[in-house]
């Protein structure tokens, strides 16, 4: 009984951890597919990350090659102290790459955020991530969830002779 309740919370587990990269997938954001166009010298940037982009092609060269291996959404609220505006709602949408550039010679984990506020503002970061990030993140819930199976795999009962 107590295997099973694991097998169905394991389960809602790896699906709240894989739908974000799922979803990305089959509806990628624009936004980060702009930006991400314009490191490989294949588009314009978007206006509020000229910046970003310039600064990342000085210090590592054009994106060369890009896959993507996971994504986070993330919806925030602020409220200010003082009581005199309302809250503020701010949308991240975070995608992670391997990542090639021109002038690194290893392949690098790399973020790219989208801040989004209420008033339409953006703001854009690139960052580079601990591959150790990726692999706690996305190795607990399917080690949880293999040890689950185990669990409710069908026992034979003590004394019981396999055929």
């Known amino acids: 009984m107590y295997a099973i309740i694991l097998v169905a919370l394991s389960t809602l587990f790896m699906a709240a951890t894989f739908f974000p990269f799922l979803y990305s997938i089959l509806v990628p954001n624009e936004d980060i597919e702009r930006f991400v166009d314009a490191l490989k010298d294949r588009g314009e940037a978007p206006l509020d990350a000229d910046n970003v982009v310039e600064q990342t092609k000085a210090t590592v060269g054009s994106l060369t090659r890009a896959i993507q291996i996971g994504a986070y959404f993330e919806m925030s609220l602020g409220f200010h ?59 607990v819930p399917v080690a949880l969830f293999a040890a689950s199976l185990f669990l409710a795999r069908k026992r034979s009962p003590p004394g019981a002779t396999a055929c």
Do not use: C
């Open 81 to 139: 102290l003082s009581g005199s505006h309302a809250p503020e709602h701010t949308h991240a949408s975070q995608t992670t790459y391997i990542a090639w550039f021109q002038k690194v010679p290893k392949p690098m984990l790399v973020s790219v955020t989208l801040y989004v506020n209420d008033e339409g503002g953006k703001a854009y970061g690139l960052s580079e991530v601990a591959p150790l990030t990726m692999v706690r993140g996305y190795g």
